[in-house]
């Protein structure tokens, strides 16, 4: 039987320079949907550009903002020069706020959590911006 469109499973990049959260993220995602594990920023832009020319959808990126090899933002403003993914931004740490704000204004990021995440609330957090 051929995947129909409606059928097929929405794809989510989970970013993370954190092994154990990146594992988690996935166990709890990949019931639900494709997921792809990255753990840098330039593996998650890779990545996206990989999917994109394929001609696979990315629907949403859960992206880690302090990476090893350079911050989410950066990350996030690449990846929205190629199209309307959606991104939701996760930090351990308080960001500035006047950064949130720019990056949500010029649809860089459609939300902003903060670690640690419950597992349901993250489940959640994913339908309910992919759909």
Do not use: W
Request: with cysteine; net charge negative.
């Amino acid at each position: 039987m051929l995947d129909h469109p409606a059928t097929r499973k929405k794809t989510v990049i989970v970013c993370d320079d954190e092994q154990d959260l990146l594992l988690v993220f996935g166990l709890a995602l990949e019931s639900k949907y494709n997921v792809i594990l990255v753990s840098s920023g330039q593996n998650c832009i890779d990545k996206f550009i990989e999917e994109k020319n394929l001609g696979n959808k990315v629907h949403l990126i859960l992206l880690d903002y302090r990476l090893g090899d350079m911050l989410g933002d950066s990350v996030a403003r690449t990846i929205k020069q190629y199209n309307e993914t959606k991104i939701v931004l996760i930090s351990a740490y308080d960001l500035d706020n006047a950064l949130v704000k720019e990056l949500e204004e010029n649809n860089h990021i459609a939300n902003y959590i903060k670690k640690p995440i419950q597992i349901d609330d993250l489940i959640e957090l994913v339908a309910d911006t992919v759909n």
